[in-house]
């Protein structure tokens, strides 16, 4: 068997030194998968979209119903500056992402009515936002066997033709439910960043959309919209399929959390013994201080008595102790009598009255359960006794009652028992209080006495001294040196298979991106040249979504250094060798779907643009792609598409 034909669990335990008993219990306790599947398909496909409400302002104000209809490959909206072909975008945006990125509030509040019907890996899906003043009111996802039923459907039908998938009744709800639908649709998972080494940060749909909808040339990220945790890199790696993209990030991020916080208590429980050790060490010196100056004192010559008062008081002190721990240890066995007769009063009143108490009776009678350790609810035990249900278990308690008397009988020989033993533990706490009242009578006797006694002057000094021994040795007493905590070892069990998982999974995604960078790396650089980029020699791309380019003659430079309108043709690039890549290994990586808004604004000439738009619709129609681009420039996309691929408004009207 090779290395890659090893189960994951064994090579994560044998990275970690640890059993795969262990790797499968703290995966299993963070919820992480050890069998790594290839992704689904994740293909989107526009239909048809329907925007309908009423415009106000000074540009045709009234009711507008508008459809626009997508096919295959690279569609243009055509429009003037203004006239709401990006809206359109973000209409689109709004039905997918489950938010819009940047829909004006007045163009918001002309909708009533949007329809986007789609094909999300191969289902069919109808979005119907029904809207107030900009705010959604009611939305609903819908589905049907094919797109021809589901375009004239806003609600489901009685035939069962058309389903609900989705309902929401306000924008919160539906980006919530949108959100988790298209993760789930597209086979895709949250991603995860350490936040602040305390927790973790996800990162859901929105993340994944911004290598949908491209950010403006402006932006310096290279795929996606944030820069924040890493995501660029993260969705580099999912959308070329590497191994456990996803699952990766979620065990960086498990490891890092549990890493700090073993950390940070293994560094609390070294202060606490640092400082338990220098408050011990301040003790002994002051111990050997205060002998010191005892020793130094002169004694109390031919006065005796004051030395045996002394010791006496100090051995009458001892023998309180003694006696008020003698004391609380019989209070503590007579309360757990006490408790123990009315345990056996309640069991008498139960058997006398419950068919089920008297079934139980022979068995065990758990104060907690024997699994978890919590104490059994009060309800619990209730429902035993009324509606004859186990109070641990909750399953019916059924039997026969055959000698109901007997229980009883047993039931009142415990309570008797139970109630001799009261009686004696309490005549046991009874004179041990009276022998401790009889032994601080004596301590204060003793105490009058040495405070009466005449002596030497000495003498307070030497008391205080004695004192001041005793306090300090008590102190000690309960300032053992003990050895230093050296962290809980299942914490390190669990911080070294997570930390194993992450070499093993790194390393796996690692190997794969070495063989696929290679393509990809060729693929940008064709690409870029065809969009226009002549000087582009070649590029480096790494696994952070790094992108290293190199031009004129040598001349290297990083993504986030080039011209806005470069940065813009080599996202495109880089999104569409993701796709061919992805196509050339068998794998399921982007969705296909691309949406660019004004790519000529972007710094880029007009010849560029056209070469640009040209190269960008082949590209489409070679690799199944669908994109959709916005231009004020109306002979730019009259030059280049054809017709069908074209949605044009009158030059100074709006686009819907």
């Known amino acids: 068997m090779t290395e890659a034909e090893e189960p994951l669990a064994a090579r994560i335990a044998r990275q970690a030194k ?45 009711p507008f119903d508008a459809t626009f209809r997508f096919g295959a490959g690279l569609t243009a909206l055509v429009a003037s500056n203004l006239r709401g072909k990006t809206s359109v975008l973000e209409l689109i945006t709004w039905c997918l992402r489950g938010t819009p990125r940047d829909l004006q509030s007045g163009v918001r509040n002309w909708i009533r009515h949007l329809d986007l019907d789609i094909v999300v890996a191969g289902q069919p899906l109808g979005f119907r936002l029904d809207c107030i003043d900009g705010e959604i009111v009611r939305a609903q996802v819908l589905t049907g066997s094919d797109m021809g039923s589901l375009e004239t459907a806003r609600t489901p039908d009685e035939t069962g033709q058309i389903t609900t998938l989705i309902t929401a009744g306000s924008a919160e709800s539906y980006a919530q439910h949108i959100q988790a639908f298209m993760l789930d649709r597209l086979d895709l998972q949250p991603l995860l960043n350490t936040l602040n080494e305390t927790g973790t940060q996800a990162h859901g749909w929105p993340a994944y959309y911004g290598a949908i909808y491209l950010p403006a040339g402006g932006d310096k990220v290279l795929l996606g919209d944030q820069m924040m945790g890493g995501l660029p890199g993260r969705l580099l790696q999912v959308f070329l399929d590497l191994p456990a993209a996803a699952t990766l990030t979620r065990v960086r991020a ?12 293994k560094a609390d429980a070294h202060g606490a013994f640092q400082q338990r ?12 201080e205060a002998r010191a100056r005892l020793a130094a004192l002169p004694g109390p010559g031919e006065d005796e008595s004051l030395t045996s008062l002394a010791a006496e008081a100090a051995r009458r002190a001892r023998e309180v102790a003694d006696a008020q721990e003698t004391w609380e240890g019989l209070m503590r066995v007579h309360r757990r009598a006490v408790e123990h007769r009315r345990r056996e009063e309640r069991l008498l009143n139960d058997v006398s009255e419950s068919l089920t108490a008297r079934l139980l009776f022979h ?20 429902q035993e006794r009324d509606h004859h249900a186990c109070a641990i278990c909750a399953r019916p308690v059924t039997g026969e009652d055959d000698n109901p008397q007997e229980v009883q009988d047993e039931a009142r020989l415990r309570l008797e028992q139970a109630k001799e033993a009261e009686a004696t533990s309490r005549r046991a706490l009874e004179a041990a209080e009276a022998e401790l009242t009889r032994l601080t009578d004596l301590l204060a006797a003793a105490q009058t006495r040495l405070r009466e ?17 005793l306090r300090l040795e008590g102190a000690l007493s309960v300032l053992p040196d003990l050895p230093e905590n050296t962290g809980d070892p299942y914490e390190s069990t669990i911080v070294n298979v997570l930390k194993a998982g992450v070499t093993v999974l790194d390393s796996d995604s690692k190997s794969a991106a070495e063989r696929l960078f290679e393509d990809v790396n060729k693929e940008i650089a064709d690409l870029g040249r065809r969009f226009g980029i002549t000087s582009l020699e ?6 952070a979504a790094q992108l290293k380019v190199i031009k004129d003659g040598g001349a290297a430079d ?79 996309a009259n030059g280049v598409l054809p017709k069908d691929r074209i949605v044009e408004a009158a030059e100074g009207r709006p686009m819907w």
Do not use: W
Request: net charge neutral.
């Open 453 to 469: 006694a005449q002596s030497v002057l000495l003498l307070p000094q030497r008391v205080h001294a004695q004192e001041e021994i």
């Open 254 to 265: 498990a490891h890092d959390v549990r890493s700090s916080t073993a950390k940070r208590r």
């Open 558 to 636: 990083y993504f986030s250094k080039l011209s806005a309108g470069e940065r813009l043709r080599l996202r495109i690039a880089v999104v569409i060798a993701l796709l061919r890549v992805g196509a050339a290994h068998g794998l399921s990586t982007h969705p296909g779907l691309l949406l660019i808004d004004s790519p000529k604004a972007e710094e880029i000439q007009d010849l560029d643009a056209h070469s640009l738009v040209t190269e960008l619709a082949k590209l489409a129609d070679e690799n199944s792609l669908q994109v959709l681009i916005t231009t004020a420039d109306f002979t730019l």
């Open 363 to 382: 068995g065990l009678d758990p104060q907690a359960c024997p699994r978890c350790d919590q104490e059994i609810a009060e309800d619990r035990r209730l």
């Open 277 to 288: 050790r220098e408050e011990r060490e301040r003790k002994e010196n002051e111990l050997r």
């Open 538 to 543: 070649k590029v480096e791309i790494n696994r």
């Open 18 to 62: 640890s059993s795969e008993a262990d790797v499968r219990d703290v995966f299993a306790t963070y919820g992480l998968p050890l069998t790594l599947t290839p992704a689904r398909p994740r293909s989107l496909r526009l239909h048809r979209m329907r925007v309908a409400g009423l415009r106000t302002g000074s540009l045709e104000p009234g």
